[in-house]
């Protein structure tokens, strides 16, 4: 793909996501229905892409958010205040933004050698590593998803590192990242990333990464794989 083509792929990756169709719509604010692996989730979620806002929440809280819509300048919309807002919660409680970048096998750039290898999700190691780094990395990494593919990347008999790939357009094609705090610093995300792309890239066509922006060290190892970033989301998980 070129870059137009790559745009337009994430386009319409956003607008299945969002349940839009084929097609996002132009700019402005939008009130979506959610696609296949949103819609009936307790949750309210935003997205941005280019120009236009767009905000999926319940069935009981549309008509606040089209109360929410409508009186917010489009431009001033997509922040946490606003999604807390429309869901009924303290600001806390919303995650994000989160970056989303997109490669294929035209602008993949493998800036590592693979390494790692697929474990079992009840694998022992990656318990261990999970308490090592904290659930809140844990779920920044898609990894409380009981559908994704794990690897892991072992040294001294304990994961260095974790790679996660979660659903994304009918295949394992999200990638998540975990390294042991004492071993950030060392490329380790990198190889495994590179290893998950290896594996996923010719089945899927084209794989997506999500990191919060305030993760500069993710963001790093994205864009020097070749991701380039279209589009960010915001979401809070209601209660009950």
């Given at each position: ?21 084929a ?37 009981q ?5 089209a ?19 429309v ?48 659930d ?13 593919v ?9 994961l ?8 994304f ?72």
């Amino acid at each position: 793909m070129t870059s137009t083509e790559l745009a337009t792929a994430a386009a319409q990756a956003w607008a299945e996501a969002l349940g839009c169709g084929a097609q996002l719509p132009g700019e402005g604010a939008h009130l979506v229905p959610g696609g296949v692996e949103l819609r009936g989730r307790r949750c309210v979620y935003m997205a941005s892409f280019g120009h236009a806002v767009f905000v999926y929440c319940p069935d009981q809280l549309r008509s606040r958010a089209a109360a929410i819509i409508a009186a917010t300048a489009a431009g001033k919309l997509f922040t946490a205040r606003t999604c807390a807002t429309v869901a009924g919660v303290p600001e806390r409680y919303v995650a994000g933004p989160s970056w989303h970048g997109f490669t294929d096998a035209a602008h993949y750039t493998p800036a590592a050698s693979p390494a790692g290898r697929r474990l079992d999700r009840d694998d022992p190691l990656l318990a261990a590593l999970r308490a090592s780094c904290g659930d809140s990395a844990w779920a920044e990494g898609g990894f409380p998803d009981p559908d994704g593919v794990v690897y892991g990347l072992e040294e001294d008999g304990r994961l260095a590192a974790a790679g996660n790939l979660t659903r994304f357009r009918g295949h394992p094609a999200d990638i998540g990242l975990l390294t042991l705090p004492a071993a950030r610093g060392r490329g380790l995300a990198k190889q495994i990333a590179v290893r998950m792309i290896q594996d996923a890239l010719p089945v899927a066509g084209i794989i997506r990464y999500r990191a919060l922006v305030t993760n500069t060290r993710s963001l790093a190892i994205a864009r020097s794989l070749g991701f380039a970033g279209y589009g960010q989301n915001l979401i809070v998980r209601l209660p009950g």
